[in-house]
């Protein structure tokens, strides 16, 4: 398998462990490391039962191995700051799936073509990868002044992370709503429902436009749901774009692949997926690079 | 009122907090002026109301395409308020996942001397950061917990520690869908009260026109403070009519500072002038509480039905099955436009 670039997650939790089986099915991704600081993890068990070498010494054992080229951090703000600089000198690409932002926000068929130069990349939010491409679709056929979105979650699916930082979800999601969406003002709003069962992600993508044509705004957004079903087999749009004077209503749900996680937790899944998804452009990229594709 | 003296609760002190300026928000589709609560604020603190709560309907922050745009900016709100009142203690809430911890500092900037925390009833955990800020930054750090009716005493008690253990000086439930009745009340309130150090509080909505016998049944099971607004105005059918719980709370003998005759005064004389629509139970109002659906849904619901031709009955009962929770008013044309279709495909 020299014909891929061999990459490491570090962050063995519920996102690590649901993205190691998201990137053991990739094409140009060979996941050859995974590394956690806890022996107890269940996550470093279930890579070693799929084969892949685990470690307790997290970012040390990645930085011992000179092969990784592409690491995947899943586990927090903190720990990332920390470990940015030191995978940036070791000449490995980060792709960040903490609140941490060291680098710039990136979304599949949105902007990662812009950012294929950087060391770092950051994967936003749950919330600003289901809706920022949405956003960008409505953004390509009129302006638009404002977008909002409402994510609704399942409850069970908000693990302590997004709990005690929720804060962190409305207010860089909101950015991504500005920086990728290209909205001149974001804002987002985001609710836990504990039904039972759980209920699959929902959001609601609400803009204000100036001059919007239905058409052309409905053939946008498909043509982008169509592009994020790539990645994200269960995104789905669940109410069509509709226009009411110069405001853009849509809806869409997304349902998780149920690697890992549950099929409910649909905001879990697309961070994995999309994370997978931006490895795999890099990967390319560098096979390209070496002359190992055409 | 001699015949009332054999009840427990005479003499008790209860605190009010009066939602006028921020439940009523919603009654108003978020259209107060700064100046109509100044003169709002102005009279409830003459008559002695101890806590003024002003905000948008879903708190800090909820103006938006989702909630409603207000009239004015938070701050302008704030502003107006805090300049008008002498003695009351001005209050804002504040839906973590709506508003954030620095809109908390923006109302402390403003003059917030009390700061309510509100989250759904089981997740309380949403909302501890935001408790704890409001206590740093010299709050009142108050913990709510909306949509009550929806899970049992065990899981309020709970829910409940956590915002004590976070710091809230008392914790509120809310009867947000107008959904409970009496024996409900009684059972999550002496719940709380025996499980928690804190002070406990109660807050209804009249949508089974229970909202006075409820407050009075919150009393009686102990409750420490409660809510209500002039003239009911509030989200649904309005919240407990403050005159008229001031007047009953008097006839028993329970003391909440609050002068009866000037009270009545302020609703009469500043709130319903400026009212858009008596604050009645129609029908739509009552479906909210018998299914069991956020009271804020209501203008929303209206405005839905008649936009994709649908029954608003019919919403609120599905809204009601699918468990939505406070917040969710996207989910009401979700289910509109469902129901469009199934009428004609």
Do not use: W
């Amino acid at each position: 398998m020299n014909d891929r670039v061999k990459v490491a997650i570090i962050g063995p939790g519920n996102i690590g462990t649901d993205l190691m089986y998201k990137i053991l099915r990739s094409r140009y991704m060979d996941l050859v490391l995974m590394t956690g600081i806890k022996a107890d993890s269940d996550g470093l068990a279930l890579a070693a039962k799929e084969g892949v070498a685990t470690s307790l010494k997290g970012i040390d054992a990645i930085l011992e191995n000179e092969h990784v080229r592409i690491v995947f951090e899943s586990t927090g703000a903190k720990p990332h700051a920390k470990h940015a600089p030191l995978l940036k000198e070791a000449g490995k690409i980060a792709v960040d799936l903490t609140p941490a932002a060291v680098g710039p926000y990136v979304v599949p068929y949105v902007n990662l073509h812009e950012h294929l130069d950087k060391p770092n990349v950051n994967m936003v939010t749950c919330g600003g990868q289901a809706t920022t491409p949405i956003v960008a679709a409505i953004s390509k056929v009129c302006r638009v002044r404002y977008a909002e979105i409402v994510a609704t979650i399942a409850s069970k699916s908000a693990g302590p992370g997004t709990r005690q930082n929720i804060d962190e979800f409305t207010q860089t999601t909101a950015k991504g709503l500005e920086v990728l969406g290209k909205a001149e003002k974001g804002k987002a709003i985001i609710i836990l429902n504990p039904a039972e069962p759980p209920i699959i992600m929902r959001d609601t993508i609400y803009a204000l436009v100036d001059d919007p044509d239905e058409d052309a705004v409905r053939r946008s957004v498909a043509e982008m749901v169509a592009k994020v079903q790539n990645y994200v087999p269960g995104y789905r749009l669940k109410v069509e774009p509709y226009v009411d004077a110069d405001k853009v209503t849509t809806m869409i749900e997304v349902e998780g692949a149920g690697d890992y996680l549950p099929k409910y937790s649909g905001n879990l899944d697309i961070m994995t997926a999309a994370a997978c998804a931006v490895g795999e452009v890099f990967a390319e990229k560098l096979l390209r690079e070496q002359g190992a594709v055409a | 009122m001699d015949n009332h003296k054999d009840l427990s609760i005479k003499k008790r002190k209860v605190a009010i907090i009066d939602t006028t300026l921020r439940d009523g928000q919603h009654a108003m589709a978020h259209q107060f002026l700064p100046e109509q609560m100044a003169a709002v604020a102005a009279a409830l603190d003459d008559a002695g109301v101890g806590t003024i709560e002003v905000s948008h309907g879903d708190g800090l922050a909820g103006s938006s395409i989702q909630y409603g745009f207000a009239a004015a900016t938070d701050g302008e709100y704030l502003e107006a308020v805090s300049k008008a009142i002498k003695k009351s203690k001005l209050g804002i809430l504040l839906l973590p996942g709506i508003g954030t911890q620095k809109d908390l500092e923006m109302a402390r900037e403003h003059g917030a001397e009390a700061a309510r925390v509100a989250t759904h009833c089981t997740e309380a955990d949403i909302g501890e950061q935001h408790i704890q800020l409001a206590r740093e930054l010299g709050m009142r750090p108050i913990g709510v917990l909306m949509m009550t009716h929806m899970v049992e005493p065990p899981k309020l008690v709970e829910q409940a520690k956590i915002m004590e253990a976070a710091g809230a000086e008392l914790v509120y439930l809310m009867d947000s869908a107008g959904a409970m009745l009496p024996p409900d009340v009684k059972a999550r309130i002496e719940a709380l009260k025996s499980a928690l150090g804190v002070e406990i509080g109660f807050h209804a909505h009249n949508n089974l026109s229970m909202a006075v016998g409820n407050t009075l049944a919150a009393v009686e099971a102990g409750a420490d403070s409660v809510d209500g607004t002039l003239r009911g105005l509030g989200a649904g059918a309005g919240n407990a009519q403050l005159e008229v719980l001031i007047g009953v709370l008097q006839k028993l003998g329970v003391e909440t500072g609050v002068n009866f005759y000037k009270v009545m005064d302020a609703a009469e004389q500043v709130v319903e002038p400026i009212m858009p629509r008596a604050q009645v139970i129609n029908n739509d109002s009552l479906m909210l509480g018998y299914a069991g659906v956020y009271s804020s849904f209501l203008l929303h619901a209206r405005r839905a039905a008649k936009r994709f031709d649908v029954d608003i009955r019919d919403v609120m009962v599905e809204l009601g099955e699918r468990k939505t929770v406070g917040g969710q008013e996207d989910m009401i044309i979700d289910v509109a436009i469902e129901m469009a279709k199934r009428v004609k495909p």
